[in-house]
């Protein structure tokens, strides 16, 4: 079963507005999550993160929120840039210290 | 600087034959993981080991294995490749602990002719 889900495969957005990626979850065991960017050709390098105590957390242009109630998270990116244009993977460890457990990835075109 | 790397990053090979593909990291990272990216399917683990002499199976784990013998390598082996293997393969490490960050290597791109 897919436990993080990703169900917007992709995502086109003008330059300079905002850009809203969207991620569910269905294993309530998830008090960790995290933000990947992939370039083509490239490997994943990691963004953000957020942990389940807190509903908020920004860096720079990027923040992340989370609804446990819900059982989804959000990526913000204001303003959004052309260099954004990747594919997002948002992730979760099962517990403790075990592997991340990916979405399907969103891809996003930011336009000029 | 720390880095990890992959190689070969292409290759190309025929069905049934044992492929190797290997994973540096200088991280000295007890944790490293290798994932394939199919498309319509988003990263999928293969393996996983959290130090010398430890492996794991991961979600799509048939056909390949791995050996861990030191802490710096986690070589991916496909025994006996198959169509169904081509794909882009990418190899992550972490430190442990509290830390779920995993850092990516940039791929092997893998294609089973």
């Known amino acids: 079963d897919q436990q993080v889900k990703q169900n917007s495969p992709s995502l086109s957005v003008q330059e300079g507005r905002i850009s809203i990626l969207n991620c569910d979850y269905t294993n309530s065991m998830f008090d960790y999550f995290l933000w990947y960017k992939k370039y083509p050709a490239e490997g994943p390098t990691f963004l953000i993160s957020?942990?389940?105590?807190?509903d908020k957390n920004e860096d720079g242009r990027f923040t992340v929120f989370l609804n446990k109630s819900a059982k989804h998270l959000s990526l913000h990116i204001v303003p959004s840039q052309p260099g954004d244009s990747a594919v997002y993977f948002c992730a979760a460890p099962r517990s403790g210290n075990t592997p991340l457990v990916f979405g399907k990835g969103t891809r996003l075109s930011v336009i000029a | 600087d720390a880095e990890i790397t992959q190689s070969p990053r292409h290759k190309i090979t025929e069905t049934g034959r044992q492929v190797t593909l290997a994973c540096h990291q200088t991280?000295?990272?007890?944790?490293m993981f290798w994932y394939r990216q199919d498309l319509g399917h988003g990263l999928r683990l293969i393996h996983y080991s959290y130090g010398v002499h430890d492996t794991n199976k991961g979600e799509v784990s048939d056909g390949y294995s791995v050996s861990r013998s030191n802490t710096e390598d986690l070589p991916l082996t496909l025994e006996s490749a198959a169509s169904s293997q081509t794909s882009v393969y990418f190899c992550a490490s972490s430190s442990g602990g509290h830390s779920y960050e995993q850092y990516f290597g940039p791929g092997t791109r893998l294609t089973v002719t």
């Open positions: 991280w000295n990272h007890n944790n």
């Open positions: 957020i942990s389940s105590i807190k």
